[in-house]
């Protein structure tokens, strides 16, 4: 059942977050890589501009995905399953429905330029490369320059598909 996360859905947003982000372990530069993956108070911070919605499974929340409109683009962000529950079309259904959510001209996406995993989920989506990712993280994200070297933007205009 996909619903809007709400603040006592935190320590489990926590969890999923950090769980599913060990897949970045030896995949993303070392210097990028650390555990928590997410601390609690930098998610605290994310989910005061954040809204997350969820996807529960027998009561139990099991995949995350935010939504974050900003100036003229809307933003997908912090999108994470439990391992257990990967690959059952769970993060489809929550990209899915904030594609839905979305009142912008164009949504984006960003994640490590390592994570083919994730490329590929966003392109098979239809979600394409876009030029100039350091200077849309840039205005669009609030991240260390690390990341943004080591990190692509993809995006799409909404009514594609």
């Given at each position: 059942m996909l619903r809007e996360c709400r603040?006592?859905?935190t320590a489990k947003i926590y969890q999923?977050?950090?769980?599913?982000?060990?897949?970045?372990?030896g995949a993303i530069p070392d210097d990028c890589y650390h555990q928590p993956y997410m601390p609690a108070d930098e998610l605290e911070r994310e989910m005061a501009r954040v809204i997350f919605y969820g996807w529960e499974e027998d009561g139990?929340?099991?995949?995350?995905?935010?939504?974050?409109?900003?100036?003229?683009?809307?933003?997908i962000r912090h999108a994470y399953v439990l391992p257990q529950w990967q690959h059952r079309g769970?993060?489809?259904r929550l990209l899915e429905h904030l594609k839905g959510l979305t009142k912008t001209p164009q949504l984006l996406v960003g994640t490590w330029a390592d994570a083919t995993w994730a490329l590929d989920f966003y392109q098979r989506?239809?979600?394409r490369f876009l030029p100039d990712s350091a200077r849309l993280l840039e205005t669009y994200w609030d991240i260390p320059r690390r990341q943004i070297e080591t990190s692509v933007v993809l995006g799409m205009d909404i009514g594609e598909s």
């Open positions: 603040p006592e859905d999923i977050i950090n769980e599913a982000a060990t897949a970045y372990e139990e929340l099991v995949g995350v995905m935010g939504i974050e409109p900003i100036k003229n683009t809307t933003l769970i993060a489809t989506r239809g979600f």
